[in-house]
């Protein structure tokens, strides 16, 4: 089927940026419109590839041509002016997780969102919610006969400046084990209290000007009365790692991965392989609520990554306080 084309800018030129952009310079009836990079120059750079001209603002872009909508592909302190001047002028946007560093400033955009621009579309980048395997699970649990959940996101310490520094990244629980809060809320329900235990083993060993917690720990109560526990570290050597999501039920076990999704019952066990790709999806999802104004397949909005955000800073909280927070 042949589609109107839909104008879409791109905010940030690293790699995700990248991810998005060849996802999008692939899909039928969609032009990559312009790019916005910390310099104009990089902005340029960056959009050659896309035949797309770059940009130093948002503001800049969106005052040159009109925009159907906007990805926006920055580290987690770089959020604020972007979506706020977005949200002024109506546009809708497609943000990365983490929302922020913290929980305050995302909640002060959800609620410009509400004064300026309550019908704005909006999706937030947590694409394992995209997948088959992860539809199965919304499907056959049920948050009363959940006993508990147990996760992980095991691995080495990214290579970019920025996610060493709490300051900039909000950490490994808020820039990276936020997709399995995400799951984990998207499965079974909301997080009643969090009680997180965090600690730096070997800050400095390899990597200079490192402040990030390098391992963490965090107990969730859940308003089911599920207990779930999701453990972090980015102490491991690079390419060694595993991350999942485990649910531990009356009816049986599940054990999701990125890659696989295995069901333990009574009868047996077998594994489901995950063959679809979640991010195309989440565009598909994306730019089909832009085209129609249907917005039932954008599966995390900004006001729901909102509470994902609540949980992983208020995890922070908890190992810096010592004491078990309740949301
Ligand atoms: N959903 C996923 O699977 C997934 C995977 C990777 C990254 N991400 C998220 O995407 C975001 C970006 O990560 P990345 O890996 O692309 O980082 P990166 O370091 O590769 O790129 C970040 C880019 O943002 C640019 N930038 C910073 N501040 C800016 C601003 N104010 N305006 C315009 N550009 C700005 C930088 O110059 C850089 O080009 C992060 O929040 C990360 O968590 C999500």
Known sequence: MRHVTLKIGIVGTGWFAGKHAD??????????????????NKGEVFGIRYDAPGYESVFQMADSQKLDGVYICVPPMAHGEIERELIERGIPFLVEKPLGTDAELPQDILGF????????????????????????????????RIGMATGQWMGDMPQAKWWRRQEQSGGQFIEQTTHIVDLLRYCAGEVEEVHAVYASRFPEEEWERTNVHDIGTVTLKMKSGAVANISNTCVLPPGVGKAGLSFYTREGLWEWTPSELKEVGVDGERVLAEKSDPYVRQTEAFLHALRTGDVSGIRS?????????EVTFTALQSALSGRSIKL
């Open 113 to 144: 969102i509400r004064l300026k621009s309550p019908e704005l579309i909006t999706s937030v980048g947590y694409h394992f919610r995209y997948q088959d395997n992860v539809a199965r699970l919304q499907e056959v649990l049920q948050p009363g």
């Open 23 to 40: 996802i999008l310079a692939k899909t039928d009836g969609v032009e990559i419109a312009g790019v916005v990079g910390s310099s104009k």
């Open 301 to 309: 909005d900004y006001e729901d990554a909102c509470k994902t955000q």
